[in-house]
């Protein structure tokens, strides 16, 4: 099992940026893709970006591309998520996932408001 818990959400202005931190714990990340989804009210989850913890590899969906950066440590077993350029229509909760196989553990969220 796995434990994610997320941080570094707030208010910023139009253009500006926000780095999302994801803590893990409760087993190795190994076989893990850790990835990053948002969802605002009445809304279903979207997938933001993932990253593979053994390799590092990272993939985006098309709305981050160009602004967000996946990003992971693997001493303090963390991944973060630089968003950069934000715009009003990335305000959503973010949530931190871990995903092995069937498996998908989730985090808690954390709130992001982008004002114009």
């Known amino acids: 099992e796995v434990q994610v818990v997320e941080s570094g959400g707030g208010l910023v202005q139009a253009g500006g940026s926000l780095r999302l931190s994801c803590a893990a714990s409760?087993?190795?990340?190994?076989?893990?893709?850790l990835g990053w989804f948002r969802q605002t009210p009445g809304k279903e989850r979207e997938y933001v970006a993932r990253i593979s913890w053994s390799s590092g590899t990272p993939y985006y969906a098309d709305s981050a591309k160009g602004r967000f950066t996946i990003s992971r440590d693997e001493v303090k077993n963390t991944v973060y998520l630089q968003m950069n350029s934000l715009k009003p229509e990335d305000t959503a909760v973010y949530y931190c996932?871990?995903?092995?196989?069937?498996?998908?553990?989730w985090g808690q969220g954390t709130q992001v408001t982008v004002s114009s």
């Open positions: 409760g087993d190795t990340l190994n076989d893990y893709m």
């Open positions: 996932n871990a995903a092995r196989n069937f498996l998908r553990y």
